[in-house]
Each structure stands twice: as structure tokens, then as C-alpha cells.
């Protein structure tokens, strides 16, 4: 069972930054699909980036380009996010994902291709 658990959430105002980490606990597959989401009340989840672990480059969503940077230390089985120029519309609960395996570019920002998640950390951007 691939356990999650994000830290680093907190409160800025706009413009700041922070720096969101994930560890993951599991180690019975050799790479994974790691992604992260989030989710603004009355909204859905939507992906922000995604990596795989077996290398190549990282992918982000239009919205988060130039902004954010997806990262990993596979020795410390840990991904980030580093977040730069936070905007108010970036406030959301931050959510970690793995899925065994190579990311596929059609779903690899799409909540039902990953099956573990954190429990979320929240991000507040104040304007």
C-alpha cells in the first residue's frame, strides 16, 4: 500500500511563494506516476503537474506554467512543488498522487488515472 503525505501548506499573500513536499512510503513497484492536484470548494479536482519517476521531462497545466516547478529526490522517495507568484485563484487544497508505471500524456493530469493520494494540504493566497 504506496502511502502520502504532503506538507509545506500554509498562507501567503499574492505574489509569495512556498514549497509543497510529498514522501512516499512504498517501495513494491520500481517507478511511478506522481502528480499534483488540487481542489477549490465547489469545484473539482484539477491537475497542476505531473513527473514520472523513471525520468524525462515534467508537465504542468496551462495555468500553472512558468509558475510552478514540479521536482523529485528519488532517494528520499520525496516530489515538490514549488510554487513562485501565487495568485488568490491558486487557493485550494493541494493534493499528492502516485500510480505505479509510466505517465501517459492523456491522462497523466486526470484524478482517476492515479489510485494513491495524500490526504492534502492547504494553500490560501491572499490578495
Known amino acids: 500500500q504506496v502511502q502520502l503525505v504532503e506538507s509545506g501548506g500554509g498562507s501567503v499573500q499574492a505574489g509569495g511563494s512556498l514549497r509543497l513536499s510529498c514522501a512516499r512510503s512504498?517501495?513494491?513497484?520500481?517507478?511511478?506516476?506522481m502528480a499534483w492536484f488540487r481542489q477549490a470548494p465547489g469545484k473539482q479536482r484539477e491537475g497542476v503537474a505531473a513527473?514520472?519517476?523513471?525520468?524525462?521531462?515534467?508537465y504542468y497545466a496551462d495555468s500553472v506554467k512558468g509558475r510552478f516547478t514540479i521536482s523529485q529526490d528519488n532517494a528520499e522517495n520525496t516530489l515538490y512543488l514549488q510554487m513562485n507568484s501565487l495568485k488568490p485563484e491558486d487557493t485550494a487544497m493541494y493534493y499528492c498522487?502516485?500510480?505505479?508505471?509510466?505517465?501517459?500524456?492523456?491522462?497523466?493530469?486526470?484524478?482517476?488515472?492515479?489510485?494513491?493520494w495524500g490526504q492534502g494540504t492547504q494553500v490560501t493566497v491572499s490578495s
Open positions: 498522487a502516485a500510480e505505479a508505471g509510466v505517465c501517459y500524456l492523456r491522462t497523466m493530469l486526470r484524478p482517476a488515472a492515479f489510485g494513491y
Open positions: 512504498e517501495y513494491t513497484y520500481s517507478s511511478y506516476c
Open positions: 513527473i514520472y519517476t523513471g525520468g524525462g521531462s515534467p
